[in-house]
């Protein structure tokens, strides 16, 4: 049964009552902070307050299931150790102070798309019975998430049907990369599809195309018809003719504004942003307002 009531949406400018970190807690938002949209508005690493990063690595336990896309979080991740400090560290298990991201842990499914349609919801439910300490699941897609408003349909239902059946556990929703159809393409409707959902009903969010449409600047590219390698159409000629992640690098200090790292189907400064965002996202599962 899908919830319905007045939902507070919480973007990245906070709303929210605070936390004290360093008192036990149930890492899922409080239902009374509504929905929790992690989108190109969460980039900025600095604005996490320490002690938020250091709850997340406390207090979370994640299981990330993704294929070469949704690895772009996690290499983004991985660059940002070097370039940031062991803060930011992460494994398998959390030892040594580090957060406890599982990459890839599940048996069965291998994204939100891949074998089928209902794999990985399946393979969530046989893990989490396997590993009760588990309190975070985040799936993301590769392309398959361009497809009908029946299939979205089927991913939320199954998203919510797990919310119900393991209420200790926060869901992370998710929508697909760039597909370079621009604003009235069948892609960006299913994300917005997913949005609404996710709005209207208190879920969390991490909106992976909302992400990859804009540059560190703010600049959006998403009425250009932006692919998931950050090409655009600058003049509306119909032709992929700039790439504003390699033109941001190009104009940027390597090490200083931004750091090299693996992104699979694009470009570092994707998978930077793509870091960043994570944090904002942990810290927020971990209880942090956002303010």
Same mark, same amino acid.
């Given at each position: 049964?899908? &919830?319905?009531?007045?939902?507070?949406?919480?973007?990245?400018?906070? *709303?929210?009552?605070?936390?004290?970190?360093?008192?036990?807690?149930? !890492?899922?938002?409080?239902?009374?902070?509504? /929905?929790?949209?992690?989108?190109?508005?969460?980039?900025?690493?600095?604005?996490? !307050?320490?002690?938020?990063?250091? /709850?997340?690595?406390?207090?979370?336990?994640?299981?990330?299931?993704?294929?070469?896309?949704? %690895?772009?979080?996690?290499?983004?991740?991985?660059?940002?150790?070097?370039?940031?400090?062991?803060?930011?560290?992460?494994?398998?298990?959390?030892?040594?102070?580090? &957060?406890?991201?599982?990459?890839?842990?599940?048996? *069965?499914?291998?994204?939100?798309?891949? !074998?089928?349609?209902?794999?990985?919801? =399946?393979?969530?439910?046989?893990?989490?019975?396997?590993?009760?300490?588990?309190?975070?699941?985040?799936? %993301?897609? @590769? *392309?398959?998430? +361009?497809?009908? /408003?029946?299939?979205? +349909?089927?991913? &939320?239902?199954?998203? +919510?049907?797990?919310?119900?059946?393991?209420?200790?556990?926060?869901?992370?929703?998710?929508?697909?990369?760039?597909?370079?159809?621009? &604003?009235?393409?069948?892609?960006?409707?299913?994300?917005? =599809?997913?949005?609404?959902?996710?709005?209207?009903?208190?879920?969390?969010?991490?909106?992976? #195309?909302?992400?990859?449409?804009?540059?560190?600047?703010?600049?959006?590219?998403?009425?250009?018809?932006?692919?998931?390698? @950050?090409?655009?159409?600058?003049?509306?000629?119909?032709?992929? +003719?700039?790439?504003?992640?390699?033109?941001? =690098?190009? %104009?940027?200090? #390597?090490?200083?504004?931004?750091?090299?790292?693996?992104?699979?189907?694009?470009?570092?400064?994707?998978?930077?942003?793509?870091?960043?965002? /994570?944090?904002?996202?942990?810290?927020?599962?971990?209880?942090?307002?956002?303010?």
């Amino acid at each position: 049964m899908l &919830l319905t009531a007045l939902i507070l949406v919480q973007g990245c400018n906070g *709303g929210g009552s605070g936390h004290d970190p360093a008192a036990p807690h149930d !890492p899922r938002p409080s239902p009374a902070n509504g /929905a929790v949209i992690i989108n190109h508005e969460c980039t900025s690493l600095d604005a996490i !307050p320490v002690e938020w990063i250091e /709850a997340a690595k406390a207090d979370l336990h994640i299981a990330y299931g993704h294929t070469s896309h949704g %690895s772009q979080l996690t290499t983004g991740m991985t660059g940002l150790v070097s370039f940031k400090g062991s803060l930011y560290a992460f494994s398998s298990g959390g030892t040594g102070g580090a &957060l406890d991201l599982r990459d890839n842990p599940f048996s *069965g499914a291998y994204d939100l798309g891949n !074998p089928n349609r209902t794999a990985w919801a =399946q393979a969530t439910r046989d893990y989490l019975e396997s590993h009760p300490e588990v309190n975070v699941i985040i799936w %993301s897609w @590769c *392309g398959q998430a +361009d497809t009908s /408003a029946e299939n979205i +349909d089927l991913y &939320l239902s199954l998203m +919510d049907d797990l919310e119900t059946d393991y209420p200790d556990v926060q869901f992370v929703y998710m929508t697909g990369h760039l597909n370079g159809t621009g &604003l009235t393409g069948n892609l960006h409707l299913r994300n917005d =599809q997913i949005r609404d959902f996710c709005m209207q009903n208190g879920k969390v969010l991490y909106d992976f #195309e909302d992400i990859e449409s804009y540059d560190p600047d703010g600049v959006n590219y998403g009425d250009k018809n932006p692919t998931d390698a @950050c090409d655009y159409d600058s003049d509306n000629n119909g032709s992929k +003719d700039r790439n504003w992640a390699l033109d941001w =690098q190009a %104009s940027h200090t #390597e090490g200083v504004d931004w750091y090299d790292c693996a992104a699979a189907h694009s470009h570092p400064l994707n998978a930077n942003q793509k870091a960043y965002a /994570a944090w904002r996202l942990w810290a927020r599962l971990a209880g942090w307002d956002g303010q």
